[in-house]
């Protein structure tokens, strides 16, 4: 005769000892629905885009002397010369400081390389970590965790990898102004206005310029408070003066409802009725179908295109009833 023993511990019963506790069932995401009653031809969804972003880990470990190129000195384009890897590689590190706010009017006109300091290298920190390049910061000193974002963010877009932003590297990240000074004013301008066409408009305003593929956002005594690319049509909407007349935070092509965007903010119609509208860059299946360094180009197929944190920039600035100046 075969007797099977059991061994259990003390002060545990047998019956627990054998009797295995049923997995407890996963809980159901729980779902939202997001309507809005001044919608028409695009269709509200609550599913977000979602944004992809090169690895930072990848970026961390970039080495400055084995990336370092010739530097670009274009007249007019990058203009500086490349900072020397060994120096910027025993430079001490400045003080540790909390991230610094974004600056109101983020623009440069000349180049920002290693040791930068000021408005212009907080500027140009905080659009790389909208982008989602890893450095330390924002701050106002531009160091080496700055250098290798920097070439990390060339090395992606095709460009030389000096580790400076210059004319071109600016315009890729979308920060560059021609004729602008530190702090977003242009030299010989009205204080403020970063570069503003002449012939905008008056008052509380959006003016997006089609041929520059730019916008920029204006308070009623003219100041500009920001400025950013965006990636529109070069002939749509039509030039005029429009306004805001719905907005909507989740929203998918009606021709492609696997094409979705966040915070729709329309203003015009197109020739076939198409409404028009500032919103993030849409995504398939959770990829972007334009990168951000690719903003200031005419990739939309109508509506204007911006990064995600200058749409939700825009959401919050632009309401029903804000004018919209189209050049």
């Known amino acids: 005769m075969v007797v ?41 969804t609550t599913t977000p885009a979602t944004e992809t972003s090169p690895d930072p880990a990848a970026r961390a470990t970039e080495s400055l002397s084995a990336t370092a190129v010739a530097p670009d000195t274009t007249p007019g ?52 970590v909208s982008l989602g390049y890893h450095l330390i910061g924002p701050d106002d000193w531009f160091g080496v965790s700055s250098v290798h974002a920097v070439r990390a963010f060339q090395r992606d877009s095709g460009l030389a990898q000096d580790g400076i932003v210059g004319r071109t590297t600016g315009r890729r990240l979308g920060i560059w102004v021609d004729g602008a000074v530190s702090g977003g004013s242009p030299s010989g301008g009205v204080p403020g206005d970063a570069g503003l066409p002449a012939n905008s408009g008056t008052g509380r305003r959006v003016v997006y310029d089609r041929g520059q593929q730019r916008v920029w956002a204006v308070e009623e005594d003219g100041t500009v408070v920001k400025t950013h690319a965006v990636s529109g049509r070069l002939h749509e909407p039509y030039a005029g003066t429009y306004s805001v007349y719905s907005r909507s935070m989740y929203t998918y092509s009606t021709d492609n ?30 990829v972007p179908l334009q990168s951000e360094s690719q903003l200031g180009q005419p990739l939309s197929g109508g509506c204007v295109r911006q990064s995600t944190p200058d749409a939700q920039w825009m959401w919050d600035w632009a309401q029903v009833g804000t004018k919209v100046v189209v050049l």
């Open 4 to 44: 099977g023993l059991s061994i259990v511990a003390p002060g545990v019963s047998a019956h627990a000892a054998t009797t295995p506790t049923p997995p407890t069932p996963p809980t159901p995401p729980s779902a939202t629905n997001e309507n809005d009653p001044t919608t028409s031809s695009v269709a509200e």
């Open 257 to 286: 409802p696997d094409v979705k965007w966040r915070y729709m903010v329309r203003f015009a119609y197109g020739p076939n009725g198409g409404r028009i509208g500032f919103h993030e860059i849409p995504s398939k299946f959770g």
């Open 77 to 128: 384009e990058e203009g500086a010369p490349a900072a020397d890897a060994d120096a910027v590689a025993e430079a001490p590190p400045p003080p540790t400081t909390a991230p610094l706010p974004m600056p109101t009017a983020c623009v440069i006109s000349s180049p920002v390389n290693y040791d930068a300091r000021g408005a212009d290298a907080l500027c140009v920190e905080w659009r790389l």
